[in-house]
């Protein structure tokens, strides 16, 4: 049976949720709440494709449009997500999907079609090798958490809490104290931070215990030192899978080890939730930092197969870290006041989708 190619409307919105909550690869990025929160946070407008096959859905490809001040015109399949691609029933759905996406590229004028594939859906496509994921199992009883960890970061772990008193708060009032902390912990590293109104936007969206059959739920974690804030995180539970997301820590307390008692807490509290993975996130593979850090905790790095097309007459990004143009901004933003950083990291997030 031939296949058939539309764009979401408001009148298909309904056959989207119902093939994504039931497809076993789908994940939070798929869904339309991260749609809709990046379009309320950052404007982008959307271009989600749905297959058809004998008047049946038969595949997806969400699709999201980045006017970039830096880069130009980018179509990504998502912006600030960690996955995105296609979900579909069989390769030929896929192959479908890719060349009706790569047509609404070219439409666009677009540079650059980034595609955040977990693997290779198309042999013709080329792979990014940049990012891996880390991800593993949880144990079924939260008092497993701290003994299942590595012997030095369990022993960190063990010392936040018991000698240094560290607390853990989950508590969605607290999310503007997250929001500060993790700009501050991304001024200091020398990127910019995504506006409070993105993380507004998606707990307002994961406050649901099940959309469409699918459990989509949200932590807010605050984690105190003698009554003071110290470091926060925001996770997403999707499915059975927690995925902390968006991380910061006061750089004064960092002696108390209140990462590693903050992961610490939020798998404990995942695993009292009926969370049976921990999804680490994405890393770039030359982020030493971020990677040791994971594999310290017990997490083993996946590569990630993200794929991309170049249009003719389109170039590739270089929106990362390491490219030579923007080295002097990076030295420079650490030294900049957070009343400079914030308004401006936040401006700029929208022309670099993560």
């Given amino acids: 049976m031939s296949i058939s190619i539309m764009e979401l409307d408001e009148n298909t919105t309904h056959l989207w949720d119902a093939y994504v909550a039931h497809h076993p690869e789908s994940t939070l990025f798929h869904t339309l709440i991260w749609r809709d929160a990046v379009t309320e946070a950052f404007g982008h407008s959307s271009r989600y494709l749905l297959a058809f096959r004998d008047r049946r859905v038969a595949g997806v490809l969400p699709l999201m449009r980045v006017d970039s001040r830096l880069a130009g015109t980018l179509m990504v399949s998502v912006p600030y997500g960690v996955y995105g691609g296609s979900l579909a029933d069989d390769d030929e759905t896929h192959?479908?999907?890719?060349?009706?996406?790569?047509?609404?590229?070219?439409?666009?004028?677009?540079?650059?079609?980034?595609?955040?594939?977990?693997?290779a859906r198309w042999p013709a496509l080329p792979i990014t090798d940049r990012y891996v994921t880390f991800r593993k199992a949880l144990p079924a009883d939260p008092d497993r958490v701290l003994a299942e960890m590595p012997r030095k970061a369990r022993a960190a772990a063990r010392q936040a809490r018991e000698r240094f008193h560290l607390v853990s708060r989950f508590d969605e009032t607290r999310l503007d104290e997250v929001w500060t902390l993790y700009s501050q912990s991304m001024r200091r590293l020398a990127s910019p931070n995504y506006p409070l109104r993105f993380f507004r936007?998606?707990?307002a969206r994961t406050r649901c215990e099940s959309q469409a059959g699918r459990r989509i739920e949200h932590l807010v974690q605050i984690v105190e030192h003698q009554g003071r804030a110290i470091a926060g995180l925001?996770?997403?539970?999707?499915?059975?899978?927690?995925?902390p997301y968006f991380a910061g820590c006061d750089e004064r307390f960092e002696k108390y080890h209140p990462n590693h008692f903050m992961y610490l807490s939020a798998m404990e509290k995942g695993v009292e939730m009926g969370c049976r993975e921990f999804d680490f996130g994405r890393s770039r593979v030359d982020n030493r930092g971020s990677c040791d850090f994971k594999r310290f905790q017990g997490f083993e790095p996946t590569p990630l197969q993200y794929q991309y097309f170049v249009p003719v007459g389109g170039r590739a990004p270089d929106l990362t870290p390491n490219n030579p143009r923007l080295q002097l901004s990076r030295r420079v933003w650490p030294r900049l006041p957070l009343a400079v950083t914030r308004p401006l990291g936040a401006w700029l997030s929208k022309s670099i989708p993560g």
Wanted: aromatic content about 8%; cysteine-free; hydrophobic content about 60%.
């Fill in 234 to 243: 925001v996770s997403f539970i999707y499915r059975d899978t927690l995925l």
């Fill in 201 to 203: 936007a998606l707990i």
């Fill in 95 to 119: 192959r479908a999907l890719l060349e009706a996406a790569t047509a609404v590229a070219v439409q666009a004028g677009a540079q650059w079609l980034d595609i955040r594939s977990i693997r």
